[in-house]
């Protein structure tokens, strides 16, 4: 066979395992949607299972792939599409959360591995605790949103999960090199760690504002997402190749580009990138989780000179202490900032009780704990093997599924018993009401306008009254939904309402295809209505999202 035979079936295979992968999530996804739990739930205990087909393609995770190919768009998309007025409010909590709870978990985790690992160093415990402190912020956020928990919860959790990887990752080099060197200095390594925070920070914001003003220049909207896609690796890349994270800066980047979202981009680069943004963080989302469950099999053959009673001993202490630790950090955090600012009483009074356990239960690991776990070098400086490189794999493993495992099946159950779901509905229902109010203001400021227009002469009279008539029209179908004396009844009357309105859609559908179908209509007006057609319908189901 030539090489360029083997080449060629080497990239069919490649793209085989690719599409079968693709199918393999896509169905895993249908099936947790029909089951009603989030998707990550289903995709990694199914990973598991697969990984022993001896049919289905093994798959051995790629460090570099994970950090160097899904990490950027995945964060990137997690600062852009969160909300900068959310994360400039909690800002405190959290910067506490991936700041603070990522060193005292990875500090606890050092501490119970190596008293209770046999043969566990500290150099190597520190690697494992910085390995396993981040959480997953897809895994959490996602079951969040799906149950209805208060905005600010989810927005904790978002905000957690876009920056504690940078502290976890950066932490992790450093105790990495500590064990590679054979040497550490705290001093030393607490300035690196500032550097590295305030040079990416300012690297992020710095591309951030040349994006957006490159962007705004930008008149073609398939170059301006082209740019969109390419902001993430141009954000990531630089910081990682001088010896930081690259996490920051993504994070920071997409923040501020999605702080100006609204003024940097054209209706039609939005309609068009958005969705694009969601399909890709989807498809990298659940690819990563599905991926992570098959790597079992490759942990348990790298494992299997030490014995299985101690593997899971070791897998369960650890799983342990982590969640310990974060319930044991949560509630502190909460209580003496406010304990010792009056201030802060005032303008932010302590959450309820159950708010703070559900955000403690919420520490759900995931795939870049696996990658940096994988990571991890197989020599030291001196041609030793790193100490405890397996052992530390595996205990990773067992982390990330005893915890999205055990608290992503109890978390929905302990949200309805704990009547946390109650408040994020009150809440929603609050939002939808502040809606109306504004898109009331909003419809009166045109009616104001149209009238400047009339006295003007810029329009006639035929098109004022015309325009009158649509935006009183509003203002009255926005006032009754505002007034409406129930709050349940609202919403039920405000789906129904949807429902019709979907269904009127698709007999306008209808007739549009049969005229086309008829010859009555040419491809371009059949297209030109379609979408349309399309705009109204997601704008529908926009509005029963939020409703």
């Known amino acids: 066979m030539t090489s360029e035979n083997r080449y060629r079936m080497e990239v069919v295979h490649l793209i085989q395992i690719v599409l079968v992968l693709i199918a393999a999530m896509v169905g895993l996804t249908i099936l947790a949607n029909r089951l009603s739990i989030p998707a990550p739930l289903v995709l990694v205990p199914a990973g598991v299972v697969l990984g022993f087909i001896p049919w289905f393609p093994q798959i051995e995770l790629n460090p570099d792939l994970i950090l160097l190919v899904f990490l950027p768009p995945l964060v990137y998309a997690g600062g852009a599409f969160s909300s900068w007025q959310a994360f400039r409010k909690n800002l405190r909590p959290i910067f506490l959360l991936s700041s603070g709870l990522v060193l005292f978990t990875m500090g606890i985790v050092a501490a119970a591995a190596h008293r209770f690992i046999p043969g566990m160093s500290w150099s190597a415990a520190f690697v494992l605790g910085a390995v396993v402190a981040p959480t997953d912020d897809v895994a959490a956020a996602t079951i969040a949103r799906r149950l209805s928990l208060p905005h600010r919860i989810v927005s904790l959790l978002e905000g957690e999960g876009l920056f504690n990887d940078a502290t976890a990752l950066t932490a992790f080099r450093f105790a990495t090199a500590a064990v590679v060197v054979g040497s550490f200095s705290f001093g030393e ?79 039609g680069v939005r309609l068009a990138g958005i969705p694009l943004w969601q399909m ?34 070791d897998g369960a202490l650890i799983s342990v202490a982590v969640i310990v630790a974060r319930i044991i950090w949560i509630y502190p955090a909460a209580f003496l ?47 030793t093997p790193f100490p405890g490189r397996d052992l530390i794999i595996f205990i990773t493993f067992c982390v990330i599924l005893s915890t999205l495992v055990l608290q992503g099946i109890t978390l929905p159950a302990l949200i309805r018993w704990l009547g946390v779901d109650r408040d994020g509905r009150r809440e929603k229902r609050g939002a939808h009401h502040e809606e109306a109010r504004a898109r009331i203001e909003a419809t009166k400021a045109a009616l104001s306008e149209i009238d400047t227009w009339a006295k003007k002469g810029d329009c006639s009279n035929e098109m004022a009254r015309h325009l009158r008539r649509h935006y009183e029209k509003q203002i009255e179908n926005l006032n009754r939904h505002r007034d409406e004396g129930s709050n349940d009844e609202l919403g039920h009357l405000s789906g129904k309402d949807a429902e019709l309105q979907r269904r009127a859609l698709e007999v306008e559908r209808s007739k549009i295809m049969e005229l086309h179908s008829g010859g009555l209509i040419s491809d371009d007006v059949l297209r030109i209505i379609e979408l349309d057609l399309d705009l109204q319908e997601t704008r529908l189901d926009q509005d029963s999202h939020t409703a």
Do not use: C
């Open 280 to 313: 890709l963080v989807f498809i990298l989302n659940n690819a990563l989780f599905l991926v992570t469950g098959l790597q079992l099999k490759s942990v348990i053959e790298k494992t299997s000179d030490l014995s299985a009673s101690a593997l899971l001993y």
């Open 337 to 383: 900032p406010r304990f010792l600012s009056r201030r802060l009483r005032k303008r932010d009074p302590m959450p309820a009780f159950r708010h703070l356990f559900i955000l403690s239960w919420t520490g759900m690991r995931g795939s870049v704990s696996l990658a940096a776990a994988f990571g991890i070098p197989v020599m030291t400086g001196l041609g």
């Open 189 to 267: 390594a607490l300035w690196s760690f500032l550097a590295v925070v305030l040079g990416e920070a300012g690297y992020g914001l710095f591309l951030g504002w040349a994006v957006s003003k490159l962007r705004r220049k930008l008149k073609d909207p398939t170059l301006e997402i082209t740019v969109s896609l390419l902001t993430p690796f141009l954000a990531y890349l630089p910081p990682e190749q001088l010896g930081g994270s690259g996490v920051l800066a993504t994070a920071v980047a997409g923040l501020y580009i999605g702080r100006n979202l609204s003024s940097l981009s054209s209706p």
